[in-house]
């Protein structure tokens, strides 16, 4: 992410290329993110772009397994809540140094390569 006067100065470049009239959608993250935690209208609904069919189709079987094994939707929500809180940030960045073709990713790309036994 950039900093505000990193997009000032890459708006300017735009303006002076002759996209003065595109639109855009300015986002500050801090203030969005205190916006989220505090939740002042009391929002409960989410929604969540999965990017791909495939990748809607698992989220939502996912989703339901907990909704199953929960009955309650109060749990299952809970249940879903605890376990994205139990990989952190750590966790999260080794997954990205790995790459993501682990068994049954649905992210795009060729899969990662993979030095055979005896080659090691």
Same mark, same amino acid.
């Given at each position: 992410? $950039?900093?505000?006067?990193?997009?000032?100065? /890459? /708006?300017?470049?735009k &303006?002076?290329?002759?996209?003065?009239?595109?639109? &855009?959608? *300015? *986002?500050?993250?801090?203030?969005?993110?205190?916006?989220?935690?505090?939740?002042?209208?009391?929002?409960?609904?989410?929604?969540?772009?999965?990017?791909?069919?495939? $990748?809607?189709? $698992?989220?939502?079987?996912?989703?339901?397994?907990?909704?199953? *094994?929960? &009955?309650?939707?109060?749990?299952?929500?809970?249940?879903m809540?605890?376990? =994205?809180?139990?990989?952190?940030?750590?966790?999260?960045?080794?997954? =990205?140094?790995?790459?993501?073709?682990?068994?049954?990713?649905? /992210?795009?790309? !060729? !899969?990662?390569? *993979?030095?055979?036994?005896? /080659?090691?």
């Amino acid at each position: 992410m $950039a900093t505000v006067k990193e997009e000032y100065e /890459l /708006l300017k470049a735009k &303006i002076l290329a002759g996209k003065e009239n595109e639109t &855009i959608h *300015v *986002v500050w993250h801090d203030q969005e993110r205190k916006r989220k935690q505090e939740n002042p209208k009391k929002s409960t609904r989410m929604s969540i772009d999965c990017r791909t069919p495939d $990748a809607w189709s $698992a989220m939502q079987m996912e989703k339901e397994r907990y909704f199953a *094994v929960a &009955i309650d939707p109060h749990i299952a929500i809970e249940f879903m809540i605890r376990a =994205l809180r139990e990989v952190d940030d750590a966790k999260l960045r080794e997954w =990205l140094a790995e790459g993501h073709q682990q068994e049954g990713d649905l /992210l795009p790309g !060729p !899969p990662k390569a *993979v030095i055979p036994e005896w /080659l090691r």
